[in-house]
C-alpha cells in the first residue's frame, strides 16, 4: 500500500451500513469538519466513527475509491450519503474569482495519522535488547585521553571491535529488565541510549569517537552497530486475527501516570503475532478491595475488569512491544490488561 493511500484512507470511506454489526458512526458525529493544524487522521475519524481505528476496514470495503487524497489544514471533510450510505469526502469549494497579483501561500503539511513527536525518539536507536547481545556487545574498557566520563568529540576503547565493516555505532547502558508478571521469566531489557560513536580503529580495544550524546559516557556502556532497521512511519490500525491477552508491564520516558498518548510496553511481541499498527483495547485489571461494610473482619472483593483506553502498536520486538495510548477513559496502570478488541 503506498504513502498517499494509507495517508489518504481517513477520508474516504463508507460508514454505516458495511459491517453494521460493529462499524458505526459517532453519535455526537459533525456535517462538517474544517481540518486545522495539529488535527490527526485518527482524531478527524473519531469525530465521525465510534471507533477512529476501524477506517481501514471500511475503506477496504469501499470498491468506488479510486484516488484517495491527503488531507491538509483548511480542507472541510464533509459527511454526505451515497445509495444511502454515508460517506466522508473532501468538499470541494465553490470557483471563487482571482485578480492578477502575487499572493504566498505557506506550504502545508499533510495531516499525519497519529502525532509522530509522541514517538519519533522511540523509532530509532535499540531500546530492547535481549540477554545474549548484552554478553556479545562490545563494551568501553577506557577512555582515550584517560578521561572518567565521555562526550562529545572524546575518545573511546572499546573490546572489541575487529571488524570495520560498521563504521557508526550506538552506545547503551542496560536498563530495567521487562518481565512476564505471570512466570517471572525476563522477556528482554531496556537499553538507555546513551551516545553514537565514529569507528576511527579497529582492533581490541578498537578506538572510537563520540559524535552525538545524550548522556556521559561510562566504562561499561555497551555498543551496538548503527543498522538500517526498516522503521514504519505510517500505520494501518487494526485488530489482530487472533485473541491477544497482554500486560502493561512498562511506561517509557519517565513518567508515573498513565493517559493519552503516552508510550507504554506490553508483554507480548513478534513471536505472539504482534505486529505495527494492532490495536489492543485496555483494560484495569481486577484488584480487590476490603470490604468494610461485611461484618466479616478482612473481607475483600475483586472488582471486575474496566475497560480504560485504547492503544496502538508502533514498534514490535521479539518477546516485548511499545505501544501508544490512543485515548483513556480511566486511569491506566502498570499491570493492566491489553486485549484484542
Same mark, same amino acid.
Given at each position: 500500500?503506498?504513502?498517499?493511500?494509507?495517508?489518504?484512507?481517513?477520508?474516504?470511506?463508507?460508514?454505516?451500513?458495511?459491517?453494521?454489526?460493529?462499524?458505526?458512526?459517532?453519535?455526537?458525529?459533525?456535517?462538517?469538519?474544517?481540518?486545522?493544524?495539529?488535527?490527526?487522521?485518527?482524531?478527524?475519524?473519531?469525530?465521525?466513527?465510534?471507533?477512529?481505528?476501524?477506517?481501514?476496514?471500511?475503506?477496504?470495503?469501499?470498491?468506488?475509491?479510486?484516488?484517495?487524497?491527503?488531507?491538509?489544514?483548511?480542507?472541510?471533510i464533509a459527511l454526505s450519503y451515497v445509495n444511502g450510505e454515508p460517506r466522508l469526502q473532501i468538499e470541494t469549494p465553490s470557483?471563487?474569482?482571482?485578480?492578477p497579483e502575487v499572493r504566498v501561500s505557506p506550504i502545508a503539511r499533510a495531516v499525519p495519522l497519529i502525532p509522530m513527536d509522541?514517538?519519533?525518539?522511540?523509532?530509532?536507536?535499540?531500546?530492547?535488547?535481549?540477554?545474549?547481545?548484552?554478553?556479545?556487545?562490545?563494551?568501553?574498557?577506557?577512555?582515550?585521553?584517560?578521561?572518567? =566520563?565521555?562526550?562529545?568529540?572524546?575518545?573511546?576503547?572499546?573490546?572489541?571491535?575487529?571488524?570495520?565493516?560498521?563504521?557508526?555505532?550506538?552506545?547503551?547502558?542496560?536498563?530495567?529488565?521487562?518481565?512476564?508478571?505471570?512466570?517471572?521469566?525476563?522477556?528482554?531489557?531496556?537499553?538507555?541510549? =546513551?551516545?553514537?560513536?565514529?569507528?576511527?580503529?579497529?582492533?581490541?580495544?578498537?578506538?572510537?569517537?563520540?559524535?552525538?550524546?545524550?548522556?556521559?559516557?561510562?566504562?561499561?556502556?555497551?555498543?551496538?552497530?548503527?543498522?538500517?532497521?526498516?522503521?514504519?512511519?505510517?500505520?494501518?490500525?487494526?485488530?489482530?486475527?487472533?485473541?491477544?491477552?497482554?500486560?502493561?508491564?512498562?511506561?517509557?520516558?519517565?513518567?508515573?501516570?498513565?493517559?493519552?498518548?503516552?508510550?507504554?510496553?506490553?508483554?507480548?511481541?513478534?513471536?505472539?503475532?504482534?505486529?505495527?499498527?494492532?490495536?489492543?483495547?485496555?483494560?484495569?485489571?481486577?484488584?480487590?478491595?476490603?470490604?468494610?461494610?461485611?461484618?466479616?473482619?478482612?473481607?475483600?472483593?475483586?472488582?471486575?475488569?474496566?475497560?480504560?483506553?485504547?492503544?496502538?502498536?508502533?514498534?514490535?520486538?521479539?518477546? =516485548?512491544?511499545?505501544?501508544?495510548?490512543?485515548?483513556?477513559?480511566?486511569?491506566?496502570?502498570?499491570?493492566?490488561?491489553?486485549?484484542?478488541?
Amino acid at each position: 500500500m503506498t504513502l498517499r493511500i494509507i495517508i489518504g484512507i481517513a477520508l474516504s470511506f463508507v460508514v454505516g451500513t458495511v459491517s453494521a454489526d460493529h462499524i458505526q458512526l459517532n453519535p455526537n458525529h459533525p456535517d462538517r469538519y474544517t481540518v486545522v493544524q495539529g488535527d490527526t487522521l485518527w482524531g478527524i475519524s473519531g469525530k465521525f466513527l465510534s471507533k477512529p481505528w476501524q477506517w481501514p476496514e471500511i475503506w477496504q470495503n469501499n470498491p468506488q475509491i479510486a484516488n484517495p487524497h491527503l488531507i491538509y489544514p483548511g480542507d472541510v471533510i464533509a459527511l454526505s450519503y451515497v445509495n444511502g450510505e454515508p460517506r466522508l469526502q473532501i468538499e470541494t469549494p465553490s470557483e471563487v474569482r482571482l485578480s492578477p497579483e502575487v499572493r504566498v501561500s505557506p506550504i502545508a503539511r499533510a495531516v499525519p495519522l497519529i502525532p509522530m513527536d509522541a514517538i519519533r525518539q522511540f523509532l530509532s536507536r535499540p531500546r530492547v535488547v535481549n540477554k545474549r547481545e548484552l554478553q556479545d556487545a562490545p563494551y568501553i574498557v577506557a577512555f582515550v585521553d584517560e578521561h572518567i =566520563v565521555g562526550g562529545i568529540g572524546d575518545g573511546i576503547y572499546v573490546r572489541a571491535v575487529e571488524d570495520g565493516t560498521n563504521q557508526a555505532f550506538t552506545l547503551f547502558r542496560p536498563g530495567p529488565a521487562y518481565q512476564d508478571p505471570v512466570t517471572g521469566d525476563i522477556l528482554g531489557y531496556e537499553a538507555i541510549y =546513551v551516545a553514537d560513536a565514529q569507528l576511527q580503529r579497529i582492533g581490541d580495544p578498537a578506538t572510537l569517537v563520540l559524535t552525538r550524546a545524550q548522556r556521559e559516557a561510562i566504562i561499561g556502556d555497551r555498543l551496538m552497530p548503527v543498522e538500517q532497521e526498516k522503521i514504519e512511519l505510517y500505520f494501518q490500525p487494526r485488530a489482530p486475527e487472533q485473541d491477544i491477552e497482554a500486560h502493561i508491564i512498562s511506561v517509557l520516558d519517565g513518567v508515573s501516570q498513565i493517559g493519552q498518548y503516552q508510550v507504554v510496553v506490553i508483554d507480548k511481541g513478534t513471536t505472539d503475532g504482534i505486529e505495527t499498527g494492532h490495536v489492543l483495547d485496555i483494560y484495569q485489571s481486577a484488584r480487590p478491595i476490603r470490604d468494610i461494610v461485611s461484618q466479616r473482619p478482612g473481607e475483600t472483593v475483586a472488582l471486575p475488569d474496566e475497560h480504560a483506553g485504547l492503544l496502538m502498536i508502533f514498534r514490535p520486538f521479539e518477546r =516485548v512491544s511499545y505501544a501508544l495510548v490512543m485515548n483513556a477513559t480511566r486511569a491506566i496502570h502498570v499491570s493492566d490488561i491489553a486485549a484484542t478488541p
